[in-house]
């Protein structure tokens, strides 16, 4: 009995070393996740709440101040001539403008106010009343010269939560591997529809519902081919188009949409004003190409659009190419291009906008045009 007694207290020892083991475990990992937190609500260079911090905690005011009726503030300070200020004594200068003037307002405010830095404004809330916190919000938006910088691939990083090296290259991250956007759509206000990468994901709906509209239909024979390698060399279909010969080659990509201020003054191409033809593209870095569509699949489509009562609008881009650009020169006598495709905003971002009308009215298009080809079509330009 006492052996017995000796081995269950041994085994009950045993167990609470393990417990106390396994509490240690867990408050360590508690006090790294705390660190993460801070890290992720904490600009980096002030040291101060940033502009993830400052929309919860502002959410959390404005509900406390409407439950209990009383007051809330909210104040923002822009530092006059701090563009200047980057240019005279260069960046690091300003970084330090910017942390001596965090530290000088955080060491003036009362223990029950918040301060926070929202992309590079100074703002601090002391339980005050604004009628409209949108306002402020728009304030704060990038400046324009901030909202064309390309940032170097040195200050480019994606966090994923992992703590060290080994445990990101245990997971399959490493070297090489795609970083993409997380997938998804948004329906927006009318139809519209916003979403990752529209502008190849439109294009793929477009051919399944050509594919579906042509069934049992007369007319030239037809090879739906898809591919995204365009956005890496621009020569993803150039394949399929050597090994099939074609006569004529029409991509179907998204095409610029002007109808937002930042690009109204490249051309009048509208969303859900109907599909887009191209009628000049060219790129001139690295790649110095461009596609001029032939004049008989111009007269093709516009005889189409009047037939299928679609609506037609044009484009003219520089900085825009396709795997026509390609396809354009294959063969003996080249190959008869042309790019069609449907209005998109904020091509190449996380969210792309476009209307689905227009795919509806893309794939109309193109279905009249296909039913317009016949043995009198003349593709060999004059000389």
């Known amino acids: 009995m006492a052996l ?38 904490t600009d980096a260079l002030t040291e101060i709440p940033n502009r993830r911090f400052y929309y919860e905690r502002m959410l959390q005011e404005i509900a406390r101040s409407r439950r ?17 200020i980057n240019q005279n004594v260069g960046h690091r200068g300003g970084d330090q403008v910017l942390k001596f003037f965090s530290q000088f307002i955080r060491a003036n405010l009362r223990q029950e106010d918040v301060l926070c830095v929202l992309g590079g ?9 604004v009628e409209d916190e949108w306002e402020f919000a728009k304030g704060a938006a990038a400046a324009p010269e901030e909202r064309y910088q390309v940032r170097p691939i040195a200050q480019l990083a994606v966090d994923a939560g992992f703590a060290s090296r080994q445990e990101a290259e245990a997971a399959g991250v490493r070297v090489g591997t795609p970083v993409v956007y997380l997938p998804r759509s948004i329906e927006l206000a009318a139809g519209r529809v916003a979403g990752t990468a529209v502008d190849d994901r439109a294009g793929c709906v477009a051919l399944i519902a050509l594919a579906e509209a042509r069934q049992g239909k007369p007319g030239p024979n037809l090879h739906l081919v898809w591919s995204v390698q365009e956005e890496h060399n621009l020569r993803g279909v150039l394949p399929a188009a050597t090994t099939l010969g074609p006569d004529i080659a029409i991509a179907i990509d998204a095409l610029l949409a002007c109808d937002t201020p930042e690009v109204a003054d490249r051309g ?23 596609v001029i569509p032939h004049p008989a699949l111009v007269r093709l489509m516009e005889a189409a659009a009047t037939r299928a009562a679609v609506p037609l609008q044009r484009s003219a881009h520089s900085g825009l190419l396709t795997d026509l650009s390609y396809i354009q020169f294959a063969g003996a006598l080249g190959v008869a291009c042309l790019d069609l495709g449907v209005p998109v905003r904020y091509s190449h971002s996380a969210l792309e ?22 043995p009198d079509l003349e593709l ?3 000389p």
């Open 4 to 41: 017995a007694t000796a081995n269950h207290q041994s085994n009950l020892t045993g167990r609470l070393e393990e417990l106390e083991r396994r509490n240690q475990l867990l408050e360590a990992e508690v006090q790294r996740l705390r660190v993460y937190k801070d890290y992720a609500y």
């Open 68 to 84: 209990g009726a009383h007051p809330l503030t909210l104040a923002m300070i822009d530092l006059d001539f701090f563009k200047e």
């Open 121 to 129: 404004l100074v703002n601090f809330d002391t339980g005050v009343r």
């Open 268 to 290: 009048d191409v509208e969303l859900g004003g109907g599909p887009t033809m191209s009628m000049f593209s060219f790129h001139g870095r690295g790649t110095l190409n461009g």
């Open 353 to 374: 906008v476009v209307d689905p009308r227009d795919i509806v009215g893309l794939v109309a298009l193109l279905d009249a045009a296909l039913d317009g080809i016949g």
């Open 380 to 382: 060999i330009r004059s």
